[in-house]
């Protein structure tokens, strides 16, 4: 991590960054076949099933993919949320996915995430300064002025007002919230920042606010994304490769310009369709463009769009849309 | 109503909404019509008073906290002037789609029970039996497979594209000449959003029935609309046909909104496949007990 920011400084002889370490030439995070499993009351269910990517240090990966797909379970399995049933999530060289907790706590700190819902993910009796800083006290920051000083620091850097530190999460718009949460994601200097979904709840120009906090971090700290979204535009602004996931799998991976430019699998095809971006469509209620990306039932993964397995649905087999049917490109 | 009478005439609208910090004037004067078979769309961000406007249409605010002035017309009665006209219209003349397809339904009550209680609002002379079979046509229309045995399933077993669906039928049990659909497809997945939006298209055409679509996705309302007005603090900004709004938008404002959204950018997108079945998604047996 070159820091050299405001972000940079504040925190006392800080634990090692990515470029001291020994591994330094590998990839920051290295995914090797991980199942993450849910117990139903029907067995086991396989939320990731199987799943493999990298990311490099400084780079940003896009998982992509509708509801139900397992993209917010392998999130919560990178940051160790969930404990993976088998396969490695190897670290700056160190298998994460096995850790005991205690051997884990040190590692938390290089690893951060955003969270999905501006509302539910800040405590709403904390002030934002209390927020941003208490990552410190749990990094072993004991003194209080400094951490006050880091928690000012962060929040100059992500935009707000120092007036926002006394301020308290009911009291800040959406977009707001937002920041502060990544200011707390930020605290403890991690490598790599997993962002669930982290603008899905914003405003179009709130989004791209919040998209260009994250570009600007990231072009001066050399921090690396892990970005889970359901929005392809989002992907294309904010990440240079691209993982798509369906149903637990992989189905296609590739550069995120190669694979939006041209689609491989099927249904990477029919999520690309039913994007709408409003200054590419052409003529009035132009329904071809609906019928063609509408799948027949529901979401495609849920319970009910199976069980209905839809008469309705055209007999025409298509290229059939397994999930093993991986299109791997770069 | 006269041949040229809109469905939805809606002239100087203002919402003035009471709260804790004294009063808010969330609509500010808004005038726009939807004649049959339209979509007319009302595009905004949070706080544009875009879903006060159409719940306000409706009068679905809560009355002693939200005042009304100017005139809503719809089939030529004004309901802001008269609110027994607004319960005469509601769920008869118009009815509305609503935002969040999960929580919109009873969670105690089947979907039969709540569609059934739509149709027999419409038409009281209706059984039990007859309401049932009406009901089970209806899912049928909104693409629910296997109907009857659907009609006795509470809202938590359905995916929120279902829901929504059977949010559809719910609204058509009423037989309306006029559609409120306030975010009908923000809850939604991309695929399922084409899927529901289709639906409502396609109803369109075969019904001629007009539309007032919220919705602070411009892609959606690039799609849908005849035209689209664009909506902050309270005002229309911009109003125009759904090309000339996102092709030649006059008003920085609606510039901006624009450049906001992310591009996808350009792709071999094959345009024959349009209307067959290509890019359709076979439903997955394996990995689907979520």
């Given at each position: 991590?070159?820091?050299?920011?405001?972000?940079?400084?504040?925190?006392?002889?800080?634990?090692?960054?990515?470029?001291?370490?020994?591994?330094?030439?590998?990839?920051?995070?290295s995914?090797?076949?991980?199942?993450?499993?849910?117990?139903?009351?029907?067995?086991?269910?396989?939320?990731?099933?199987?799943?493999?990517?990298?990311?490099?240090?400084?780079?940003?990966?896009?998982?992509?993919?509708?509801s139900?797909?397992?993209?917010?379970?392998?999130?919560?399995?990178?940051?160790?949320?969930?404990?993976?049933?088998?396969?490695?999530i190897?670290?700056?060289?160190?298998?994460?996915?096995?850790?005991?907790?205690?051997?884990?706590?040190?590692?938390?700190?290089?690893?951060?995430?955003?969270?999905?819902?501006?509302?539910?993910?800040?405590?709403?009796h904390?002030?934002?300064?209390?927020?941003?800083?208490?990552?410190?006290?749990?990094?072993?920051?004991?003194?209080?002025?400094?951490?006050?000083?880091?928690?000012?620091?962060?929040?100059?850097?992500?935009?707000?007002?120092?007036?926002a530190?006394?301020?308290?999460?009911?009291?800040f718009s959406?977009?707001?919230r937002?920041r502060?949460?990544?200011?707390?994601?930020?605290?403890?200097?991690?490598?790599?920042?997993?962002?669930?979904?982290?603008?899905?709840?914003?405003?179009?120009?709130?989004?791209?606010?919040?998209l260009?906090?994250?570009?600007?971090?990231?072009?001066?700290?050399?921090?690396?994304?892990?970005?889970?979204?359901?929005?392809?535009?989002?992907?294309?602004?904010?990440?240079?490769?691209?993982?798509?996931?369906?149903?637990?799998?992989?189905?296609?991976?590739?550069?995120?310009?190669?694979?939006?430019?041209?689609?491989?699998?099927?249904?990477?095809?029919?999520?690309?369709?039913?994007?709408?971006?409003?200054?590419?469509?052409?003529?009035?209620?132009?329904?071809?463009?609906?019928?063609?990306?509408?799948?027949?039932?529901?979401?495609?993964?849920?319970?009910?769009?199976?069980?209905?397995?839809?008469?309705?649905?055209?007999?025409?087999?298509?290229?059939?849309?397994?999930?093993?049917?991986?299109?791997?490109?770069? | 109503?006269?041949?040229?009478?809109?469905?939805?005439?809606?002239?100087?609208?203002?919402?003035?909404?009471?709260?804790?910090?004294?009063?808010?004037?969330?609509?500010?004067?808004?005038?726009?019509?939807?004649?049959?078979?339209?979509?007319?769309?009302?595009?905004?961000?949070?706080?544009?008073?875009?879903?006060?406007?159409?719940?306000?249409?409706?009068?679905?605010?809560?009355?002693?906290?939200?005042?009304?002035?100017?005139?809503?017309?719809?089939?030529?009665?004004?309901?802001?002037?008269?609110?027994?006209?607004?319960?005469a219209?509601?769920?008869?003349?118009?009815?509305?789609?609503?935002?969040?397809?999960?929580?919109?339904?009873?969670?105690?009550?089947?979907?039969?029970?709540?569609?059934?209680?739509?149709?027999?609002?419409?038409?009281?002379?209706?059984?039990?039996?007859?309401?049932?079979?009406?009901?089970?046509?209806?899912?049928?229309?909104?693409?629910?497979?296997e109907?009857?045995?659907?009609?006795?399933?509470?809202?938590?077993?359905?995916?929120?594209?279902?829901?929504?669906?059977?949010?559809?039928?719910?609204?058509?049990a009423?037989?309306?000449?006029?559609?409120?659909?306030?975010?009908?497809?923000?809850?939604?997945?991309?695929?399922?959003?084409?899927?529901?939006?289709?639906?409502?298209?396609?109803?369109?055409?075969?019904?001629?029935i007009?539309?007032?679509?919220i919705?602070?996705?411009?892609?959606?309302?690039?799609?849908v609309?005849?035209?689209?007005?664009?909506?902050?603090?309270?005002?229309?900004?911009?109003?125009?046909?759904?090309?000339?709004?996102?092709?030649?938008?006059?008003?920085?404002?609606?510039?901006?909104?624009?450049a906001?959204?992310?591009?996808?950018?350009t792709?071999?997108?094959?345009?024959?496949?349009?209307?067959?079945g290509?890019?359709?998604?076979?439903?997955l047996?394996?990995?689907?007990?979520?």
């Amino acid at each position: 991590m070159t820091d050299n920011t405001a972000v940079a400084d504040g925190t006392e002889g800080s634990d090692g960054t990515a470029a001291d370490s020994a591994s330094a030439a590998g990839p920051l995070l290295s995914v090797e076949d991980l199942v993450v499993e849910y117990a139903t009351a029907q067995g086991p269910f396989k939320a990731v099933d199987g799943v493999d990517f990298q990311v490099p240090r400084g780079g940003s990966l896009a998982v992509v993919g509708e509801s139900g797909c397992g993209k917010s379970t392998l999130a919560r399995a990178l940051v160790r949320l969930l404990k993976p049933v088998s396969g490695r999530i190897v670290l700056d060289g160190t298998d994460i996915a096995a850790l005991p907790e205690r051997r884990l706590r040190p590692l938390r700190r290089r690893v951060q995430m955003v969270f999905q819902d501006p509302y539910g993910s800040l405590d709403p009796h904390l002030t934002a300064q209390q927020i941003v800083a208490e990552p410190l006290r749990v990094a072993g920051v004991s003194d209080r002025v400094q951490r006050a000083r880091r928690a000012a620091e962060l929040i100059d850097r992500v935009g707000l007002p120092s007036s926002a530190l006394e301020r308290r999460p009911p009291e800040f718009s959406g977009g707001q919230r937002q920041r502060i949460g990544i200011a707390r994601a930020l605290a403890s200097r991690p490598d790599l920042l997993v962002c669930d979904e982290a603008t899905s709840a914003l405003d179009v120009s709130v989004q791209a606010q919040v998209l260009d906090l994250l570009r600007e971090l990231q072009a001066d700290t050399g921090i690396a994304y892990l970005v889970i979204a359901h929005n392809l535009g989002v992907v294309r602004e904010i990440s240079t490769d691209v993982v798509v996931m369906r149903a637990g799998r992989v189905v296609e991976r590739g550069a995120t310009a190669a694979v939006l430019a041209s689609p491989a699998d099927p249904y990477t095809r029919a999520l690309r369709r039913a994007s709408l971006d409003p200054t590419t469509i052409r003529g009035v209620k132009p329904r071809a463009v609906l019928s063609a990306a509408a799948p027949d039932a529901a979401s495609p993964s849920s319970p009910a769009a199976v069980a209905s397995a839809s008469p309705t649905a055209p007999a025409t087999p298509l290229a059939p849309a397994t999930p093993s049917s991986e299109g791997n490109r770069s | 109503m006269a041949k040229d009478t809109p469905l939805l005439d809606v002239a100087d609208l203002q919402v003035e909404l009471i709260t804790g910090q004294g009063v808010v004037r969330a609509v500010d004067g808004v005038t726009f019509t939807v004649r049959r078979g339209e979509t007319v769309t009302l595009i905004g961000e949070s706080g544009s008073g875009k879903s006060t406007t159409a719940m306000g249409v409706l009068r679905l605010l809560p009355e002693g906290l939200a005042v009304l002035s100017g005139s809503v017309r719809i089939a030529g009665r004004d309901v802001v002037a008269d609110p027994d006209a607004a319960r005469a219209v509601r769920g008869r003349t118009v009815s509305l789609i609503p935002q969040d397809p999960m929580t919109a339904l009873s969670p105690v009550h089947t979907i039969g029970r709540q569609l059934g209680d739509a149709l027999r609002l419409r038409h009281p002379e209706l059984t039990r039996t007859e309401a049932r079979d009406k009901g089970v046509e209806l899912l049928g229309r909104v693409r629910i497979s296997e109907p009857e045995t659907r009609w006795k399933a509470y809202p938590h077993q359905f995916s929120g594209g279902m829901l929504q669906r059977i949010l559809i039928a719910t609204a058509l049990a009423a037989e309306p000449e006029l559609l409120v659909a306030d975010e009908p497809t923000s809850a939604l997945d991309a695929t399922v959003q084409a899927s529901v939006l289709d639906l409502l298209m396609e109803l369109q055409e075969h019904t001629g029935i007009g539309m007032l679509m919220i919705t602070h996705d411009l892609g959606v309302a690039r799609l849908v609309s005849d035209r689209i007005h664009v909506m902050k603090d309270g005002r229309f900004v911009e109003s125009g046909s759904a090309e000339e709004i996102v092709e030649r938008p006059a008003e920085p404002y609606t510039r901006e909104l624009l450049a906001a959204v992310p591009r996808l950018g350009t792709w071999d997108e094959d345009e024959s496949s349009y209307g067959d079945g290509d890019g359709r998604i076979e439903p997955l047996v394996q990995g689907a007990t979520s």
